[in-house]
């Protein structure tokens, strides 16, 4: 098992609003490159979106569960199909987006006890948990050609320092994926 973060980040290392729908200032500043930079596996998740499952904190899940169940492409397909579990407080209904459920307890728990590879995207708050709990594999990040100078980051300073190890890094569109895991000292 296998826990990999995946997030669109800009150059200074925010990850706020990437989609414009939060309604930020800066917000939207990934598709300012095309929809094709951030269309379909650019995450190249593949067959662990055929195996694994995935953990979204409640306002992410409330925003893909806008989004992915109206779409009929291949990988919107695959979306819709992966177990999501949701780590919220107070949301009780999450039968809006196929294959959801809300986590009895503890996300750090929940991540413990998964015998497949578990994916988060966005979700700061969980992603900072498992951080925390040093319970991150491998991070993957779709970098963007933009520096925003505000905004929540994936890595703030008020963090230890994580030593990790780059994986691949390759050109999508006008971004960069960067596939960092766990240092192999």
């Not at 669109?8 to 300012?32: H, N, Q, S």
């Not at 930079?37 to 067959?47: H, I, P, W, Y």
């Not at 578990?118 to 933009?146: A, C, Q």
């Amino acid at each position: 098992m296998s826990v990999i973060v995946i997030e669109f980040m800009t150059l200074d290392g925010r990850v706020t609003d990437p989609d414009g729908r939060g309604g930020t200032p800066t917000g939207g500043w990934a598709f300012r490159h095309g929809p094709q930079t951030a269309a379909g596996d650019k995450f190249q998740l593949g067959q662990i979106m055929d195996d694994g499952v995935m953990l979204l904190g409640r306002r992410t899940w409330e925003l893909f569960s806008h989004i992915w169940p109206e779409r009929d492409d291949p990988f919107s397909a695959r979306m819709n199909a992966i177990p999501k579990l949701v780590a919220s407080r107070t949301r009780t209904d999450v039968s809006a987006w196929s294959n959801s459920q809300i986590i009895d307890g503890d996300p750090i728990a929940a991540v413990k006890s998964q015998r497949r590879d578990v994916i988060i995207t966005g979700s700061l708050s969980i992603v900072g948990s498992l951080m925390d709990h040093d319970l991150v594999d491998e991070y993957r990040l779709l970098i963007f050609p933009t520096v925003l100078g505000a905004g929540d980051q994936l890595f703030p300073a008020n963090r230890p320092p994580r030593y990790l190890e780059c994986r691949s890094a390759e050109l999508i569109g006008a971004a960069i994926l960067a596939r960092y895991g766990r240092s192999a000292q």
